[in-house]
């Protein structure tokens, strides 16, 4: 491996290819022809063409990373002499959960790792949510951090603030192992590092790169991060999300990919799109991640995708509503704790035939017979 870390460090980060381009590479030059990536690499440029099917751009992209090997053979000596470690998708000791979960066409290329890389191998979970989240949240982060090692499974933290930090806390206070993925370089860790120098040490926790080793923490880095954590893990809990962010679509990608995802279960004064997780197919929950069984989130169920046509149960409550007064669409919104866009609901409300729009600022709405009845009382 060492001889090789090289040639797998350029094939990694070959620019603009992507997971599923470098992996059908490897996949042809390693599983099916037996070469080595230093082999592959001492081929003829009409070798890559005829052989492989490259094509001109591609052999360029090919000549330039062969031409950096040098200068990445001093990194790949640096990352192995302080105790880094690189795992490229060919090894069994790569983690089979990711491979599973991502397939070849999101399955990252290399691993960097530094720590116990046998945590790989074990049942893992992770737990997700917000950066800035509630207090239930955390505690409830805490708790399932808390039975997550009581039954020798790996937490999976990206080292977020909010909920990531809270699970990779509790798993070391509760004596379990986790794995740190990061949205950098796994160079770059330095503060973390001496932080958990201990943890590393004992073989409780793993610290994990797919990045450029000297790649600095960026924005897109974070997000880019966010499917390997879901992907090193067995079972997904989600502990809180808005509906838009690095959690949501993070869940949403994995309903698209039909992943088990477990959501923790709301309480009504809550303002979160845990519900409209639930509603798209994620597995509500209790505080002890139990499966809720029959649990339907009625509050947060977006039913005004036609305007017209709302359920007669929201029905029922917004022209109850409406009696009492004149409401604006954010109050009606904040009663109810409707996931649904203002505009969706002032249209409704405006074509509605028992509902006055009332031309203040803001408009206001309520019922035909409100205003009916005061322009009795004041006849």
Sequence with gaps: MNKDAAYWIVLAHLPKWGNLKINNLIINFYHENKLSPEDFFQLSENDWKNNYGLEYKEIEDLKKAKSE?????????????????IIPITSSEYSKTL?????????????????????????????????????????FTDNIAKLASKEYKVVVSGFAKGVDKQALDSAIKYK???????????????????????QIVNGDVLVLSTFFPKAPWKVELAMARNPIIYGLAAEIYVAESSDKGGTWSGVIDGLR??????????????????????????????????????????????????????????????????KNGEYTVKDIIKKFNLNISEKKLRDFLKTHK???????????FTLKNNIQNQKKLFD
């Design 176 to 198: 379990g192992q986790s794995i740190i993925v990061l949205p950098q370089g796994i160079m770059t860790f330095g503060s973390g590092y001496k932080k958990y120098y201990k």
């Design 354 to 364: 028992e509902v006055e729009t009332l031309n203040k600022k803001p408009l206001r």
């Design 69 to 85: 090997l040098a200068n990445t053979a001093f990194l790949a000596e640096s990352l192995l002499n302080e105790g880094y470690e």
């Design 257 to 322: 990919k039909n992943r088990k995802i477990f959501v923790r279960k709301p309480d009504d004064s809550e303002k979160n799109a845990n519900c409209l997780l639930i509603q798209k197919g994620a597995i509500p929950i209790d505080f002890n991640g139990k499966t809720i069984e029959g649990y339907v989130p009625v509050e947060n169920i977006d039913l005004f995708s036609s305007v017209n046509e709302p359920t007669a149960d929201y029905k029922k409550k917004i022209i109850e509503l409406l």
């Design 99 to 139: 491979k599973d979960n991502l397939k070849v066409a999101h399955a990252p290329a290399l691993l960097y790792v530094k720590g116990n890389k046998q945590i790989m191998q074990e049942k893992s979970i992770a737990i997700v949510g917000s950066r800035i989240t509630s207090e239930i949240s955390l505690q």
